[in-house]
């Protein structure tokens, strides 16, 4: 998303402008803290000047000592392959064959999720909320892109878009249409704007007909979709978004 | 601020647009800008509460108009010039000025398990009392704040019940703007649908919002 309304400029024009709004930086020294800010520079920058610029900034920082970048190869292997919506799926299907777990779960879910290995990395504190016949459960940050990192990752381009950011709370079952998620008028649906610094997982109703699946089948039916509160946890012969 | 950043309640942003197997990351640089920002907050210049309100001063127009990295890129360099990190002249031009000091990283692989498991301040402190208590009819309060704050606009004015004390968090307002921690408690408050949007919405349904003791007036 965003990328559609980005116009091709000059590649000289932006590094111009980039240098400009630098160059007014250094010699004012102020005019990036400030409420007001002047933004004369043209930031309608194409996807490889973003590149170029990122990579220019690590290797000034690396020259500098401020920063290591094997450490950031690290932190971006956690979060391309160590934590995600797999770890939210196997909280879900613990919950679901062990009544004991899902107490704690929704008691202390920071206790429960660690119990599996799984903690924060942003010093945020979770809540578990959990869906059932009567109440569906939604998670949004309206304010910027507060998101359970732990279970979940980093969030998907939807969830920190403007159409979902803004609408999650005042439509919120026009949301799950999209998503196509029709709830019945009688279900009470429940909207958790993450304001602050916890972080909520929705644990989804577990779907009739899996009452002889092991943990790990369940686990591997539960979305992120489902845990955020757009979907349902479905069975695969219906189809079901991941 | 009663900035575009935020966005609860807001019409005509358009459908919500599903990428079907999305990535983790787009492309290399939304992976680097990424974690560059997390290394660079590890040196504790500024917080998270800073590293927020920097986004919601820039232009609105930029804001909109940029993707969410872009907008990490836009934030990290002006950060590192804010708090002297790097000169603009070393941002033009890549390179450290000459005789500059090298630092040694605060963030290495080694260090990393520190720094990813680093707490906010406990959520447990029972020297700060809470001024609300679950059960407890409130009031959002109407203010206005021009710096970084965490109460929605949509929310303010508004009456609704305390659900749920989460404990002692710092309060944002004030730690934004290296101002204070001002150590409060936080609530899960209900707000129904109808007192936030009207007679149009359903009966049923409701919004939870955390909120801190300094937007909270009594009922």
């Known amino acids: 998303m965003g ?14 402008g980039i240098a400009a709004g630098a160059v007014t930086g250094a010699t004012q020294g102020t005019v990036h803290t400030q409420d007001t800010q002047d933004h004369d520079h043209d930031h309608q920058d194409v996807p490889s000047d973003l590149a170029l610029r990122v990579k220019a900034l690590e290797s000034l920082l690396v020259e500098k000592g401020l920063v290591d970048s094997a450490a950031l190869d690290g932190l971006i292997d956690t979060m391309e392959h160590k934590v995600g919506p797999r770890n939210g799926a196997r909280v879900v299907a613990r919950a679901w064959v062990d ?27 979770m809540v578990v909320v959990e869906n059932g016949p009567k109440v569906h459960n939604l998670i949004v940050c309206t304010l910027c892109s507060c998101y359970p990192w732990p279970v979940l990752g980093l969030p998907p381009v939807w969830y920190k878009s403007a159409p979902y950011r803004s609408r999650a709370v005042i439509d919120p079952r026009g949301i799950l249409r999209e998503f196509g998620t029709t709830l019945p008028d009688e279900v009470e649906v429940r909207v958790w704007d993450s304001t602050a610094e916890l972080r909520y997982l929705v644990l989804p109703e577990r779907p009739s007909g899996t009452e002889r699946m092991s943990e790990e089948q369940l686990a591997a039916l539960v979305t992120r979709d489902a845990m955020v509160g757009v979907a349902k946890v479905t069975l695969p012969p219906s189809g079901g978004r991941t | 601020m009663n900035g575009v950043h935020d966005m609860g309640g807001q019409q005509g942003m358009g459908p919500v647009r599903y990428e079907k197997d999305e990535p983790v990351f787009h492309a290399g640089w939304e992976g680097r800008i ?19 309100h920097a986004l919601e001063t820039m232009s609105p127009l930029d804001y909109l ?25 070393e941002l033009q031009s890549g390179k450290p000025a000459p005789g500059s000091v090298r630092a040694t990283p605060v963030f290495t692989l080694a260090t990393a398990s520190r720094w990813l498991n680093r707490g906010i301040a406990s959520s447990h402190e029972p020297a700060v009392r809470p001024l609300f208590k679950v059960g407890q009819r409130v009031r959002a309060r109407n203010i206005n704040p021009t710096g970084h704050t965490r109460l929605p606009r949509y929310a303010r004015g508004r009456a609704g019940v305390v659900m749920r004390d989460h404990g002692v968090y710092l309060f944002p307002d004030t730690n934004a703007h290296f101002q204070g921690e001002k ?14 949007w009207g007679d149009r919405a359903s009966e049923r349904d409701s919004v939870y919002i955390d909120m801190w003791d300094d937007y909270l007036e009594r009922l």
């Open chain 1, 3 to 16: 990328d559609s309304n980005k116009g091709a400029v000059d590649r000289r024009e932006f590094l111009k």
């Open chain 2, 34 to 52: 990424y974690a560059l920002n997390r290394a660079m907050r590890a040196w504790r210049r500024w917080s998270l509460d800073t590293d927020r």
């Open chain 2, 65 to 89: 108009r940029m993707s969410y990295y872009e907008r990490w890129v836009h934030r990290l360099e002006e950060q590192l010039v804010s708090y002297g990190f790097v000169t603009g002249d």
């Open chain 2, 183 to 196: 150590r409060q408690h936080v609530y899960s408050v209900r707000f129904t649908a109808r007192e936030l």
């Open chain 1, 99 to 125: 009544p004991a777990y899902k107490k704690r779960l929704l008691e202390d879910a920071p206790a429960a999720i660690a119990e599996l290995g799984y903690s924060s990395g942003q010093g945020d504190h």
